[in-house]
Protein backbone atom coordinates (compact mmCIF):
# COMPACT_ATOMS: atom_id res chain seq x y z
CA UNK A 1 0.00 0.00 0.00
CA UNK A 2 1.36 3.49 -0.37
CA UNK A 3 1.40 5.57 2.39
CA UNK A 4 -0.89 8.38 1.02
CA UNK A 5 -3.72 5.90 1.29
CA UNK A 6 -5.20 4.62 4.26
CA UNK A 7 -8.31 2.52 4.76
CA UNK A 8 -10.76 4.48 6.56
CA UNK A 9 -11.53 2.20 9.80
CA UNK A 10 -15.38 2.96 11.22
CA UNK A 11 -16.53 2.38 14.52
CA UNK A 12 -18.54 -1.54 14.16
CA UNK A 13 -22.28 -0.57 14.44
CA UNK A 14 -24.77 -3.46 13.54
CA UNK A 15 -27.04 -2.84 10.71
CA UNK A 16 -29.82 -4.14 12.66
CA UNK A 17 -29.27 -1.91 15.67
CA UNK A 18 -29.34 1.45 12.91
CA UNK A 19 -32.42 -0.34 11.62
CA UNK A 20 -34.04 -1.01 14.67
CA UNK A 21 -33.04 3.07 15.48
CA UNK A 22 -34.65 4.32 12.18
CA UNK A 23 -38.22 2.54 13.00
CA UNK A 24 -37.87 3.75 16.42
CA UNK A 25 -37.59 7.15 15.09
CA UNK A 26 -40.43 7.08 12.48
CA UNK A 27 -42.85 5.43 14.92
CA UNK A 28 -42.14 7.99 17.55
CA UNK A 29 -42.08 11.02 14.52
CA UNK A 30 -45.57 9.39 13.73
CA UNK A 31 -47.02 9.22 17.08
CA UNK A 32 -45.81 13.21 17.62
CA UNK A 33 -47.91 13.60 14.26
CA UNK A 34 -51.39 11.77 15.62
CA UNK A 35 -50.71 13.92 18.49
CA UNK A 36 -50.47 17.16 17.75
CA UNK A 37 -53.76 16.51 15.00
CA UNK A 38 -55.44 15.18 18.15
CA UNK A 39 -54.89 17.84 19.96
CA UNK A 40 -56.20 20.53 17.11
CA UNK A 41 -59.13 18.24 17.09
CA UNK A 42 -60.28 18.56 20.75
CA UNK A 43 -59.09 22.16 20.36
CA UNK A 44 -61.42 23.30 17.69
CA UNK A 45 -64.43 20.39 19.77
CA UNK A 46 -63.75 22.82 22.74
CA UNK A 47 -64.38 26.11 20.88
CA UNK A 48 -67.36 24.65 19.31
CA UNK A 49 -68.35 23.55 22.48
CA UNK A 50 -67.92 26.66 23.77
CA UNK A 51 -69.22 29.04 21.04
CA UNK A 52 -72.76 26.62 21.60
CA UNK A 53 -72.55 27.31 25.54
CA UNK A 54 -72.36 31.05 24.69
CA UNK A 55 -75.47 30.54 22.55
CA UNK A 56 -77.57 28.87 24.64
CA UNK A 57 -76.66 30.99 27.34
CA UNK A 58 -77.75 33.90 25.11
CA UNK A 59 -81.36 32.24 24.98
CA UNK A 60 -81.69 31.18 28.50
CA UNK A 61 -81.46 35.16 29.18
CA UNK A 62 -84.19 35.64 26.63
CA UNK A 63 -86.17 33.26 27.96
CA UNK A 64 -85.91 34.22 31.53
CA UNK A 65 -86.77 37.49 30.51
CA UNK A 66 -89.85 36.50 28.70
CA UNK A 67 -90.75 34.25 31.52
CA UNK A 68 -90.61 37.01 34.15
CA UNK A 69 -92.67 39.83 31.91
CA UNK A 70 -95.32 37.18 30.96
CA UNK A 71 -95.21 36.07 34.94
CA UNK A 72 -95.67 39.80 35.65
CA UNK A 73 -98.08 40.86 32.89
CA UNK A 74 -100.42 37.97 33.90
CA UNK A 75 -100.11 39.40 37.81
CA UNK A 76 -100.97 42.81 36.84
CA UNK A 77 -104.09 41.31 34.87
CA UNK A 78 -105.65 39.24 38.24
CA UNK A 79 -105.03 42.46 40.54
CA UNK A 80 -106.36 44.53 37.53
CA UNK A 81 -109.45 42.12 37.34
CA UNK A 82 -109.51 41.76 41.70
CA UNK A 83 -110.15 46.00 41.85
CA UNK A 84 -113.14 45.40 38.84
CA UNK A 85 -110.54 47.40 36.40
CA UNK A 86 -111.69 47.78 32.76
CA UNK A 87 -110.24 48.09 29.53
CA UNK A 88 -110.27 51.17 27.64
CA UNK A 89 -110.74 51.91 23.85
CA UNK A 90 -109.59 55.35 24.08
CA UNK A 91 -108.24 58.16 26.06
CA UNK A 92 -109.81 61.76 26.67
CA UNK A 93 -107.43 64.27 27.97
CA UNK A 94 -108.63 67.62 29.88
CA UNK A 95 -107.44 70.58 29.39
CA UNK A 96 -106.24 72.73 31.84
CA UNK A 97 -106.64 76.56 31.55
CA UNK A 98 -103.80 79.07 32.59
CA UNK A 99 -106.41 81.08 34.64
CA UNK A 100 -107.59 78.37 36.40
CA UNK A 101 -107.00 78.47 39.89
CA UNK A 102 -105.66 74.66 40.32
CA UNK A 103 -102.72 75.49 37.74
CA UNK A 104 -99.17 75.79 38.82
CA UNK A 105 -97.07 79.20 38.36
Not at 46 to 75: M, P, T, V, W
Amino acid sequence: MNNRTKAVSYPLVSHSILLIFCFVAAFLLCWHFFQVISYNQKEILIKDCQQKISELSENNKSLEIRFLADGFSKKVDALAREMNFERTDRIHYISVLDSAVAANK
